[in-house]
């Protein structure tokens, strides 16, 4: 069965290259960041590994977990560590998971549960491998991307996301169309018009069912 939005993530013993790991040990009450690869050495994963590791401050800041996901294993991932730091001038700190019999990729529905590593395997034989989660601190599934080989992703959007939702689950609002941090939040449908003023304060009514109001700063 696929994970869906909201599902509690398996709590799989995995090996990284910083040793083994539970994956709800390693959440724990954090938000955590998970990305996947199907193959090391090979160019735009490379360039994604890197655009994570120039972001470490962006995720201490919100106070986020990172591990990566690929297939091949532990010795590859060290090595490959070093491709990923002379390309982006940035150490991937972060822990990488060495899926090598594909337990993860299958138990978060990147492969169907037939799939093996055949010998001469290329990146195509899991090109499924092109995902990236967002886990809440109740070790639930919030946000989910899946990308092709050919499209590097955009971090960027990954901590836009991020902050909407982490903006959402404090505030109990949700964000608009393009939303980024200090922008006005949308009310939710479920509060009256007394209970939004009495929480958030003066707002805005675009529609019945669509009012906005700005954040105070903390």
């Known amino acids: 069965m696929a994970l869906r939005i909201n599902d509690t993530i398996p709590d799989l013993t995995v090996e990284t290259d910083h040793g083994p790991i539970s994956l709800h040990d390693f959440v724990g009450d954090k938000w955590t960041i998970l990305f996947s690869h199907p193959k090391d050495f090979t160019p735009v994963c490379t360039t994604e590994f ?3 590791a120039q972001l470490a401050d962006e995720w201490a800041k919100r106070d986020t977990n990172v591990l990566g996901i690929s ?16 390309a982006s001038g940035a150490n991937p700190g972060f822990p990488i998971v060495a899926d090598t019999d594909l337990a993860l990729s299958k138990a978060f529905d990147m492969l169907p549960a037939e799939a093996y590593l055949p010998d001469g395997r290329t990146p195509n034989d899991t090109a499924t491998v092109r995902a990236v989660f967002i886990v809440g ?14 499209v590097g992703r955009n971090f960027a959007e990954v901590l836009r996301a991020l902050d909407g ?41 675009v529609l019945p069912y669509l009012r906005k109001t700005a954040l105070k700063a903390d």
């Open 165 to 205: 939702l982490q903006t959402a689950a404090k505030n109990g609002v949700a964000t608009p169309a393009n939303w980024n941090v200090g922008d006005d939040v949308i009310i939710p449908a479920t509060l009256s018009d007394a209970d939004a003023k009495a929480k958030f304060g003066e707002f805005t009514t």
């Open 50 to 52: 890197g655009a994570v």
């Open 137 to 150: 601190p109740d070790k639930k599934l919030k946000l989910s991307m899946v990308y092709p080989m050919n």
């Open 71 to 86: 297939v091949d294993g532990v010795e590859d991932h060290k090595k490959w560590k070093k491709d990923i730091e002379t």
